[in-house]
C-alpha cells in the first residue's frame, strides 16, 4: 500500500476512537441504554455533519455551529431524545429542524420512514443531499415552517422537535397517532424542560427528562422572527 492511502486510514481510524469514545463516556456514562440507539450512534459518523474546519470537534460533548446561526446538537441530547422516542423499527416519524441531517440520521436507523421539516432552504438542501450520499432512501425532507407540522403525511407514531419551543405547538398533538410519543423542548429562549408527551385516549401526559438549551423554534405556533434578532 502507497504512504497516501495509510495515512488516509490511519485519519478514518482516529474518528472511530472518537466515536466509540463518545457513545461510552458521554452517553453510556449518563445513561442511554437502548442498544439499538447504542449501535445507530456507533453507525452513523457524525464527521460527516459537520463543517471541515470543526471537523476535529465533531465528537465533543457539546453543540456545534452548522451555519445560518443553527447548531448540530449535542450528541448526548441528540441520543436521549432518541432514547425517549421508544423506537422498534416500524414507525413513521415526523422531526421539526433537520438543521444538519446528523439526528435525522440517527432515526432513520432506526425506524420505518422519516419526514424531516427545516425552515431555513440552504440547511435542509444541504441536509437532502448529504443523507442521500450516505445511502438513506427512507427520508423526505421539506422546507418550510414546521410549527405547522406536515399535514399530508400525516399521522406520525412519533414527533421530534429539535428546536426550543414556548408551547407545544397544536397541530403537532394533531398530527400524533393516539398512542403516539412527541418528544420536544419547552420553555424560554434561553433554558427548555426536554419533554415527553404521550397521547392516550383522554388526553396527553407529559413529562419532563432534562434541562436543555436549543437554538428557537419559529414560526406560527413557536417564536416570532422579530423577537430573536432585536
Ligand atoms: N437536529 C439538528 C438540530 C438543528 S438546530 C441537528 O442536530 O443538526 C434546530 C433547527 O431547527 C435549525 O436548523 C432551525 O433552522 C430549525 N428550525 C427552527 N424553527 C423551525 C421551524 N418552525 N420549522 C422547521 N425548522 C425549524
Redesign the pocket.
Known sequence: MGFCGRIKREKELDYKKLQERMVKDQLIRRGIRDKKVLAAFYKVRREK?VSSELRRQAYEDFPLP?G?G????QPYM?ALMTQSLELKGHEKVL??????????AILAELSQEVYS????KS?AQKAQRLLKRLGYNNIKIFS????LGWKECSPYDRILV??GAREVPLSLIEQLKEKGIMVIPIGNLYSQDLKVIKKKKDGIRSVTVEKCV??????KY?WEESTING
Do not use: C, H, K, M
Not at 144 to 147: M, N, P, Q, S, V
Open positions: 455533519f452548522i445560518e443553527q447548531t448540530i446538537s441528540v422531526e421539526i429542524g433537520t438543521g444538519s441531517g446528523y439526528q435525522t421539516v427545516e425552515r431555513i440547511l418550510g415552517d414546521g410549527t429539535t428546536a436549543f437554538v428557537p423554534l419559529i414560526g413557536g
